[in-house]
């Protein structure tokens, strides 16, 4: 059975950091590109970033470009997204998803495996 478990969210003031870690077990990623969405109260599931299968070639939501970094370790099949500056708009549910193919994609129709998501909340 594939599963993406997140974690690493939690409460953090703004202008904060938080690192949120994707791991995943039931097979390998390494060949696949994984990506991070996130969805708040009210609001649509949206496009936070995505990440190639060698690492290199990533992209971002323009609302957190220059502010988050995406990263993926191979050897431990996990992929991180680091947040920092956080905002209080950033706060919402943040999902892992994995896609069936090895390049980079910014929909979720596009992503084939998800996990259940980790709360990040960031206070004013």
């Known amino acids: 059975q594939v599963q993406l478990v997140e974690s690493g969210g939690g409460l953090v003031q703004a202008g904060g950091s938080l690192r949120l870690s994707c791991a995943a077990s039931g097979r390998t990623f390494s060949s696949n590109a994984m990506g991070w969405f996130r969805q708040s109260p009210g609001k649509e599931r949206e496009f936070v970033a995505a990440i190639g299968w060698t690492g290199s070639n990533t992209v971002y939501a323009d609302s957190v470009k220059g502010r988050f970094t995406i990263s993926r370790d191979n050897a431990k099949n996990t992929v991180y997204l680091q947040m920092n500056n956080l905002k209080p708009d950033d706060t919402a549910v943040y999902y892992c998803?994995?896609?069936?193919?090895?390049?980079?994609?910014?929909?979720?129709?596009?992503?084939?495996?998800w996990g259940q998501g980790t709360q990040v909340t960031v206070s004013s």
């Open positions: 998803a994995g896609r069936l193919s090895t390049y980079v994609a910014t929909t979720q129709s596009q992503y084939y495996y």
